[in-house]
């Protein structure tokens, strides 16, 4: 079984920075395609970045491109999601899902793990 633990949430200002981290358990981290997701209140969980198994490929909203970067470190089991510029519109409960696939996704449907989410909240 596949555990994801994410932190690093908060309340931040617009502008400001904050970096995501999500500890997945399994010693067979490096075989997962990993995201991040997002879901405001009232609105459904949406895409916001994925990267392929050896980090090399990576993948983002529109929204985000230019703003947010997502890394891994497969020998500490971990993904990252640095946030940079963030704007009050990015609030929401971030999520990371890992999928035991080569295929990188944008569809949460296509996730099998999730973690249990971290509150964002950008203030204006």
């Known amino acids: 079984q596949v555990q994801l633990v994410e932190s690093g949430g908060g309340l931040v200002q617009a502008g400001g920075s904050l970096r995501l981290s999500c500890a997945v358990s399994?010693?067979?981290?490096?075989?997962?395609?990993v995201g991040w997701f997002r879901q405001a209140p009232g609105k459904e969980r949406a895409f916001v970045s994925s990267i392929s198994r050896s980090g090399v490929s990576t993948f983002y909203a529109d929204s985000v491109k230019g703003r947010f970067t997502i890394s891994r470190d497969n020998a500490k089991n971990t993904i990252y999601l640095q946030m940079n510029s963030l704007k009050p519109e990015d609030t929401a409960v971030y999520y990371c899902?890992?999928?035991?696939?080569?295929?990188?996704?944008?569809?949460?449907?296509?996730?099998?793990?999730w973690g249990q989410g971290t509150q964002v909240t950008v203030s204006s």
């Open positions: 399994g010693r067979t981290f490096s075989s997962y395609v």
């Open positions: 899902a890992a999928d035991p696939t080569t295929v990188v996704s944008r569809s949460p449907r296509a996730y099998d793990y």
